[in-house]
């Protein structure tokens, strides 16, 4: 295991003057259409009844005839963008003003929990997409597909779900996680007695409102055949506590996206279309949710799109929700290859701390950010060929949000496009061992290459995850460092804060790093103005890549931004930076050290088919409780052995009864999967 440690940053922080790129897009009323929402029922985090998965041989994909995740081909998370880009020089960083104290620091959820909730009847799935909200003393946690609600110091507080969780002949220890099929009411994701599917959950994202006390999560929904493929139609449900307690009942509303983002010039980029990536924000009076649209059956990309709901509505429970929904392709002043303007691509919205950040201007105002470096936003209607760089940033400001609280809204959308320091497209981020042939300690990949070692299904350990042998050239892979798209944005102290992930350039080599924004909007005018007021780049150095940032910002306008750190030496770790608005962030430190290399199935060509994307994140999570900030992030927390790995499926007369959980015996917790290793890690810091 590698020791905790403080990381060279490197960091270039600007004071930036009113440089404005255009003037601010006319802005968009009325656009979209006004939608009452039914409440579709309740849901709760308790496991609902399902068959049990008294099948070994069902958690190899070779003996299901179909593949383990659903994911296989990158249909969900889509990214167009397939190249990379050079990152700006940086130079050394000044010290942050503000020096987190970490309070607390813990396991969240794992594939192992993943894996074998609801009696086993779950694929296998990465990445995890964390989701994480914390208020009146719980700390919410969700992945692809589980969820759970821990205390502050990380025990569970869900009911213990072990003596039902029975898998393959034993009462299973997920530590009470619940799948997200039994909280949004669906059947289990696949049952494994007979093979059928259901519904495919997936990129939860959850939000704890103080000012209402209720705490909010979102997921994109996918409407499935018995036999596990897309019907095409999907839809938002958005789930909303009934009470300040999580563990309690919540309300489901659900909202079709199916038909939405269709304003593409290109008839081979018409709907239906998935409504992607979706995440969410708050302001004073609404709730907002934003997806990226894409064709199921073209290659181009047809805009974000914002959904708007009255949040007083949401947090009493109304049998119906007043929503507004605003395409923004074609919103952005900016030319593509669909004409003088642009899409929205993911256009984030913000979350604000407390009870008092909100900004109550022109009406109540709700922020988003957005970036432009991707072929979503040069080039919508081919879905390639843009150079994977910008200098801008795009804010957008949504007015008169008090009137989502009557039955006919008027909200107004504008956006201004803002110069800021060049960003491009990150290349991969290495891990240790990278382009070699996975060791023992990647007792998958190993596996997969491996053609001598003696199993229960014959010689060669490549027989317990296949049916047909595969070729045996995998190697150990580099993780995805995403495409510029922004991710989390906060509101705080009257400053927009947000961050993506760019190449960046370190004593001469191309790294993973991150660009950070803090923008100071205006709209006491009437119109929106903005202006960048501080803004940096930075990574770790030239040996070490740092991925998805998440920011979260106190309302006293001091934040934390949550990090992936990996490199030529170093396994996947959680980290963080502490970040302000007068110095700029400071440097990069390890919470959490990872143990071992990603072992997962996305990184191996025999899986998922050549290349393989090894997929990371997709994002990880900040959220703030009164003056601490809570940050989840993807890392490896466990190492397994190649022997303790194969357990009984080698020979073995001890371990799980159940390949490469790496358990201790059947039913025991268990480190990781067949099929991967990730974990999660939940920190709490003080700026």
């Known amino acids: 295991m590698k020791a905790p440690f403080i990381a060279h940053l490197a960091v270039l922080a600007l004071l930036v003057s009113l440089v404005i790129a255009s003037s601010a897009t006319p802005a968009i009323a009325g656009s979209g259409a006004t939608r009452q929402i039914a409440l579709a029922g309740t849901g709760s985090p308790l496991t609902a009844d399902s068959p049990t998965d008294t099948s070994v041989a069902a958690e190899f994909p070779a003996t299901e005839n179909s593949p383990e995740a659903p994911d296989f081909t990158g249909v969900i998370d889509r990214s167009l963008s397939r190249g990379n880009g050079v990152g700006p020089a940086s130079t050394a960083a000044s010290r942050s003003k503000s020096n987190p104290e ?287 760089t910008s200098n801008q940033v795009v804010v957008w400001a949504l007015t008169n949000t008090s009137s989502l609280n009557s039955a006919t809204p008027a909200v107004t959308l504008a956006n201004m496009v803002l110069t800021v320091n060049g960003y491009a497209i990150a290349p991969k981020a290495k891990q240790p061992g990278s382009g070699t042939p996975p060791g023992t300690d990647a007792p998958q990949g190993y596996c997969i290459n491996d053609t001598t070692t003696t199993t229960i299904a014959g010689t060669g350990c490549w027989r317990l995850l296949f049916g047909s042998e595969p070729a045996h050239n995998e190697v150990v892979s580099t993780l995805d460092s995403n495409d510029t798209r922004m991710q989390q944005v906060t509101y705080a102290n009257g400053k927009i804060w947000g961050a993506l992930d760019t190449a960046v350039t370190l004593d001469g080599v191309n790294r993973a790093g991150v660009a950070w924004y803090v923008v100071k909007p205006d709209v006491s005018t009437g119109s929106l103005l903005a202006k960048v007021a501080l803004q940096g780049i930075f990574g770790a150095d030239k040996h070490t890549d740092v991925i998805y940032p998440a920011i979260g910002v106190t309302a006293s306008g001091r934040g934390v931004i949550a990090l992936t750190l990996v490199g030529d030496t170093a396994y996947p770790s959680a980290a963080y930076a502490s970040i302000d608005a007068i110095v700029g962030a400071g440097a990069v430190q390890v919470v959490a050290a990872g143990a071992a290399i990603d072992d997962g199935f996305t990184s191996y060509k025999s899986q998922v088919g050549n290349p393989p994307r090894t997929r990371w994140g997709d994002y990880g999570a900040a959220a703030v409780d009164g003056n601490s900030v809570w940050i989840a992030s993807e890392y490896i927390a466990y190492a397994c052995d190649y022997a303790t790995w194969g357990g009984r499926f080698f020979g073995a007369t001890t371990g799980d009864n159940k390949l490469g959980t790496c358990a201790a015996s059947p039913g025991a917790a268990g480190t990781r999967a067949a099929l991967g290793n990730w974990s999660t890690r939940i920190s709490k810091l003080t700026p």
């Open 102 to 388: 970490v309070n607390a620091s813990f396991d969240g959820l794992n594939l192992f929990q993943q894996r074998y909730a609801r009696r086993g009847n779950q694929f296998t799935v990465e990445p995890p997409d964390q989701a994480l909200c914390v208020g009146n003393g719980y700390v919410v946690e969700a992945v692809n597909d589980v969820m759970n609600v821990f205390n502050s110091t990380g025990t569970s507080v869900l009911p213990d779900n072990t003596s039902t969780n029975v898998v393959s002949g034993f009462a299973t220890d997920v530590n009470h996680a619940v799948d997200l099929n039994s909280f949004y009411g669906y059947l289990p994701a696949i049952n494994r007695a007979t093979g059928v599917r259901a519904q495919f959950v997936t990129d939860p994202s959850c939000y704890y409102d103080a000012a209402t006390q209720r705490f909010f999560m979102v997921v994109l929904t996918l409407e499935t055949h018995a036999n596990g493929s897309f019907t095409h139609v999907n839809h938002l449900d958005v789930a909303v506590s009934q009470t300040s307690n999580p563990t309690g009942t919540w309300n489901i509303y659900r909202v079709d996206v199916t038909s939405d983002g269709s304003n593409n010039p290109s008839a081979s980029n018409a709907c239906p279309c998935l409504g992607d990536y979706p995440h969410i924000g708050a302001d004073a009076n609404g709730f907002y949710v934003t997806t990226n649209s894409y064709p199921w059956n073209g290659n181009g990309f047809n805009g974000a799109q914002i959904y708007a709901f009255s949040k007083a509505q949401l947090a009493a429970g109304a049998a119906t929700v007043t929503m507004q929904h605003i395409d923004t392709f074609g919103a952005v002043n900016v030319s593509s290859d669909a004409g003088s303007t642009q899409p929205g691509f993911t256009v984030w919205p913000a979350q604000s701390p407390g009870m008092t950040s909100f900004d109550l201007n022109a009406g109540g105002t709700e922020y988003f950010l957005s970036s432009n470096a991707a072929d979503e936003a040069t080039h919508p209607v081919a879905g390639t060929g843009g150079s994977y």
